[in-house]
């Protein structure tokens, strides 16, 4: 039965795939579609191989890949301390709390001509526009993960006294690890978009530099080709991700 | 140390042999409700353990029975009268005490195993020994082949011993259990009741035991009392005066059982009604 099921989720997923492409590609073929708006799978795919051979596209990914990843990793750092911290103190945490709140609600993307101003046009503006979307989510997600602990473990600590510091590595950070992991796969795309945000404003080189740079030539699969790109890389982390973390969660009651 | 105590023993007259184990004085404690007044929730409270004792609280939903428990355990801290646990104020740096929740809190990242040998981890008991130790007191609970099982894996029965298991290994001199079977069905609890009292009378530590079983009252302890509805004091004492050890079958068909578990519900019936009554 389950077998059953999950094959026949396989054939749809195949299915959906083929028609939608397909789809795209006969309509362009036909001119049901036209191609100078929507480009077509045939034209992209050419586009992407002398991207390849030129070497471009993968300079561009990478460009993007290392000013997201590093804001990522920047932001997750940060954005994980500063939730403990506000999670263990008991003024702290309550104090910052609605700055912090209304500070996220901010679109941070309008900070990006502010952001280039303060730092340039360099990998440093990409850099600090996907950490500062990355950061307030997974500190909040942190705390958060400090303030649903069960009041009971705390009790049944206190009865075979442990220390704070105890509490803290055996019952307040583990039970933080769940809401930081489904905070840091919602962050990987907003490092992503941090990333791009920041090379449309001005760049010399990434993804969204290239979607740019075609945007004024009226190139449409030029445009489109890049951001299949990221699609495709952005989708395989996130299977990545998912993959480990249901691994190291093997423990949760709903293991997804 | 156990010079000196023993010394007291042989002192005729010199008070109490052994030290009690709880002794609490006029106890009480009062909340604020919604509109601020003041809602008294245990009132002049007065209770002694003897060490060793099996002791089983009963009353009405809501009496405070918990409460008086974290006031014992030096969870929450004592607002009027006074608790002493083995003569020193409760909460102390090293009150052996052990206290199973009604729900379990195992933690729920952790298997089996080291759930039950937290207690030690905590004390700083090197890994060989506590893993030994906790693998021991899992077998006497039989739950041997469970130790790396998740605590989500095991079943609600399984998670109470283990519970149990990871409060017993740590040898406490004082236990409190909160209604520690109340949410088994019928037949494992019934299980659980025959290993835990098993257990019990081969090792004799201070138990105080709530809950709202008669029947579990009466086959596991020596004296039971009962509490009032809000607010909570003592309301009656029984001493349950069956042989030890006992077998629960057995028990349930001495008069002596019939007698008593008639008279404290006559006592406890009036008390049950008022907290209903006062939700409602
Ligand atoms: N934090 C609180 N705020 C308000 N009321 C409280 C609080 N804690 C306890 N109470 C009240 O104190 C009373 C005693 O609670 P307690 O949990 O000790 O009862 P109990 O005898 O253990 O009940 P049960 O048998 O249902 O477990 C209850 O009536 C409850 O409403
Ligand atoms: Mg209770």
Redesign the pocket.
């Known amino acids: 039965m389950e077998q059953d099921r999950s094959r026949q989720v396989a054939l749809m997923k195949l299915v959906l795939l083929v028609v939608v492409i397909g789809g795209w590609e006969l309509g362009a073929r036909t001119g049901v579609i036209p191609t100078f708006w929507t480009s077509s799978p045939s034209l992209l795919a050419i586009n992407f191989w002398e991207s390849l051979k030129a070497n471009e596209i993968t300079y561009h990914t990478w460009v993007t890949m290392q000013e997201a990843l590093a804001g990522l990793a920047a932001g997750a750092a940060v954005g994980i301390l500063l939730g403990l911290v506000l999670g263990v103190s008991r003024v702290f945490g309550p104090a910052l709390e609605p700055f912090v709140i209304a500070l996220n609600s901010l679109p941070r993307v309008a900070l990006a001509p502010l952001i280039v101003m303060f730092v340039g046009i360099g990998f440093a503006s990409k850099f600090l526009l996907a950490f500062s979307l990355v950061v307030v989510p997974i500190m909040l997600n942190t705390y958060e993960g400090i303030k649903s602990v069960d009041p009971q473990l705390v009790n049944m600590m206190r009865i075979i006294h442990a220390r704070r510091d105890q509490v803290f590595f055996k019952v307040l950070l583990p039970n933080c690890v769940p809401w930081i992991f489904s905070a840091l796969r919602v962050a990987i795309s907003f490092a992503i978009i941090g990333a791009i945000v920041g090379e449309f404003i001005s760049a010399r080189a990434g993804i969204g530099y290239m979607i740019d740079t075609a945007s004024g030539g009226f190139d449409t699969t030029g445009m489109i080709m890049p951001l299949f790109v990221l699609m495709i890389l952005a989708f395989a982390l996130d299977r990545l991700f998912v993959a480990a973390s249901d691994r190291l969660l093997i423990w949760r009651e709903d293991a997804r | 140390m156990t010079a000196a105590r023993k010394g007291l023993q042989v002192i005729p007259g010199g008070g109490e042999g052994r030290q009690d184990a709880v002794r609490i004085r006029g106890l009480g404690f009062r ?1 604020l ?1 919604r509109q601020k007044r003041p ?1 008294p ?1 245990l009132d002049n409270v007065d209770l002694t353990l003897k060490d060793g004792e099996f002791v089983s609280i009963v ?10 428990l ?1 006031f014992i355990s030096g969870l929450v801290p004592v607002q009027s009268g006074s608790v002493e646990v083995f003569g020193e104020p409760p909460g102390g740096k090293d009150a052996a005490i052990g206290y199973v929740f ?1 729900q379990h809190a195992l933690l729920p990242w952790r298997p089996v195993l080291t759930n039950a040998a937290i207690g030690l981890e905590v004390a700083g008991v090197p890994r060989e020994e506590r893993s030994r130790r906790a693998r021991d007191m899992l077998r006497v609970m039989g739950l041997d082949g469970f130790e790396d099982h998740y605590p989500r894996e095991i079943s609600g029965g399984m998670r109470q011993r283990v519970s149990l298991a990871r409060t017993l290994v740590c040898n406490p001199r004082l236990i409190l259990m ?2 520690p079977f109340g949410a088994l069905d019928a037949q494992t609890k019934l299980l659980i009741q025959e290993m835990f009292l098993s257990y019990w009378e081969e090792h004799r530590k201070t138990v105080l035991f ?1 809950t ?1 079983d008669l029947a579990e009252a009466i086959l596991l302890s020596d004296r039971i009392l009962v ?1 009032s509805s ?1 607010p ?1 004091r003592i309301m009656a004492e029984y001493e349950v005066g069956i042989q030890r050890p006992r077998n629960l079958e057995q028990v349930r068909h001495l008069p002596r059982f019939t007698e008593l578990h008639d008279s404290i519900w006559e006592n406890l019936r009036a008390e049950a009604m008022k907290a209903m009554q006062g939700r409602a």
């Open positions: 909340l409700d809602l929730i009353g009405p939903s809501g009496c405070g029975k918990s409460t008086l974290n009604q909160d209604e709530v709202h509490m809000r909570g």
